[in-house]
């Protein structure tokens, strides 16, 4: 299983992103897909994930600004960033959930680099 992470970039203060994940299998197949970020010196943190039936769940951090969608066609999993501060730079990383016989797997990308100015 593989998950290509790209869409980052640099953007001031106030603007958009888009990152996308596709990933190399249906993302039917997994219980809930995501997005982490991580700052330089800082642990990896959850920014928001959507699960199999499509529920949604947000840091409250990013809630109201972020919007984390798939496209199940596309086996791509989407976060829309709005209103950007300079606090949501980091390096996101998209991740997905899987069972098999009572056992978790998780996989990730290999991040993709947001840069927020002021």
């Known amino acids: 299983v593989q998950l290509q992470a790209s869409g980052g970039g640099s953007v001031q203060a106030g603007g958009s992103l888009r990152l996308s994940c596709e990933t190399s299998v249906s993302i039917r197949s997994f219980y809930a897909l995501g997005w982490y970020r991580q700052a330089p010196g800082k642990q990896r943190d959850l920014v928001a994930t959507?699960?199999?039936?499509?529920?949604?769940d947000y840091a409250d951090s990013v809630a109201g600004r972020f919007t984390i969608s798939r496209a199940n066609a596309k086996n791509t999993v989407y976060l829309q960033m709005n209103s950007l501060e300079p606090e949501d730079s980091a390096v996101y990383y998209c991740h997905a959930e899987d069972w098999n016989s009572s056992v978790r797997k998780d996989y990730w990308g290999q991040g993709t680099l947001v840069t927020v100015s002021s």
């Open positions: 959507v699960s199999k039936g499509g529920n949604t």
